[in-house]
């Protein structure tokens, strides 16, 4: 059985919590991305250049810490008190709000190259991660803690993706060439591991299942955001997203005993 912590141990961390989302909350209103994120740091940094390493330090402090915990909960089988993870909510909770919203209030088409996938969609995938292990771990004890932080990153990973995907399609574009190939990447890893557990994890079958579709979901789009934003590809993007029927090919899925075949398909369809 865990060890409680002492009272004064957990109001303190309430207290730095408190104190990290008051720091969030006094950047500067500079901190715009419609030109991309490196901007927005380079504007916060400008207009407050302590403000703006508060925020930044503390952020990345407080997330690497609660990975960490995670982690040695994991390790240890053994679950954190529920004041801890209250804590995690608060942070990371708001993280995600806003990172995943970022694809619905900014156009990411003009962002830097590489800007997407190497800032924003970590930064989503981390923050949902968190949030989604804090509530799982405030609900659900008895569930493994290993089990709980793995699938809380599949989760989180997949809901990155998710938002980037609806916030192209809403101003009617693709994503990015480059979190295409990651998304592909990322999908297959998912279906077959979703489709593993279906077959061996009839318990929790259901939710695998809902796991798989969302996975199908994802190879679809990043297939089509390949196809499309590819250099030189011949699929026109210039007002409309291309209908499905204009690509050359489509993602083929089909189960079988054993398990499920993923790949693509030519022609039209």
Known sequence: MPLKQPKRLCLGRWVVSASVLGACAGAPNVALADDGPLRALENMGNASPTI???TVGSVLTANLSFTLIGLRDAIRGQSSEDAL???QLGMSGLQAVGFLAAPFAFDIDNWGEGETLLMLLPAQAFSAMLTTHAVWSLTSEPIDPASRLGVSALIGVNSAFTSIALGSLADER???FEVSIAEIAHSCLSISLSSERIANDSEHGGA???VLGWSIFGLAHGVGSFLVEMPGSRVSQVDDAPALGA???APFIK?????LVVGLVGGEL
Do not use: K, N, R, S
């Open 174 to 176: 693709w994503a990015p």
């Open 208 to 210: 695998w299942g809902a």
């Open 255 to 259: 189960p079988f005993a054993g398990g």
């Open 85 to 87: 993870y209250g804590v």
């Open 247 to 249: 690509l050359e090919v």
């Open 52 to 54: 703006t390493a508060v």
